[in-house]
């Protein structure tokens, strides 16, 4: 079965430190979501793109998140400078255009200390 | 965005039925009833959506009320690994040009 990746799966850092996750959406899906998840929060969607464009971010901060996508197979978030209130598990999913559900990657637990 | 309210939680005995509830009376005529499940903190998978009409396959069923202001979700034979977290969320269009809106979802223990 095709799947999303995500890495690296488990990453552990000190504040301040720069972050890059990465998520390779299934091949052929144009459409990617990054999700964090936290247990006060629950699941929020960050941001999502459509052929590689930004479409909404307005749930990413935007003072210290970056998302982009350089090519079709690659999505990247980056959080420059992290804190620890950025500590959660952040999941990439994708969507292909014909496609009426979203399949998301393992994830992400991001800890920051 | 259509705000859905589920139970925090639920049991239910394996080999039974598992009927999760869900109200969400601010749908909007071009949302979807979408329903996920998450396990053990893996990413969430994608169970079952539906726009009106009643709907199944391998995993569920979901059953739409008539007003569309609820759903239920129907596990017909619960296994242990059936126990996840289950979120009912809407999504318009039910295609890519939506997005998905997580609550907190209702925690299902099945047991033996």
């Known amino acids: 079965d095709a799947r999303v990746t995500q890495t690296p799966r488990h990453k552990v850092t000190e504040m301040g430190q720069e972050v890059t996750m990465r998520c390779q959406p299934i091949l052929g899906h144009n459409t990617v979501f990054w999700y964090r998840q936290t247990m006060m929060q629950g699941l929020e969607l960050l941001a999502y793109f459509r052929n590689r464009a930004p479409l909404d971010d307005s749930g990413m901060p935007k003072d210290r998140f970056s998302a982009e996508m350089p090519d079709a197979t690659l999505a990247t978030l980056k959080i420059q400078p992290s804190e620890p209130r950025d500590s959660a598990v952040y999941f990439c999913a994708s969507q292909g255009q014909a496609s009426r559900r979203e399949y998301f990657g393992p994830g992400t637990r991001l800890t920051v200390t | 965005d259509a705000k859905t309210t589920q139970p925090t939680s639920m049991d239910c005995a394996e080999g039974r039925a598992a009927n999760l509830p869900c109200n969400h009376s601010?749908?909007?005529?071009?949302?979807?009833v979408y329903w996920y499940r998450q396990i053990h903190s893996q990413g969430p998978q994608y169970i079952i959506h539906g726009l009106k009409n009643n709907e199944t396959n391998e995993m569920a069923s979901l059953i739409i009320t008539e007003d569309r202001k609820s759903s239920t979700l129907i596990l017909p034979h619960a296994t242990l690994r059936d126990t996840a977290v289950y979120y009912c969320?809407?999504?318009?269009?039910?295609?890519?040009?939506?997005?998905?809106?997580f609550g907190q979802g209702t925690i299902l223990t099945v047991h033996p």
């Open positions: 969320t809407p999504k318009a269009g039910g295609t890519s040009y939506g997005k998905l809106t």
């Open positions: 601010t749908i909007s005529g071009n949302e979807y």
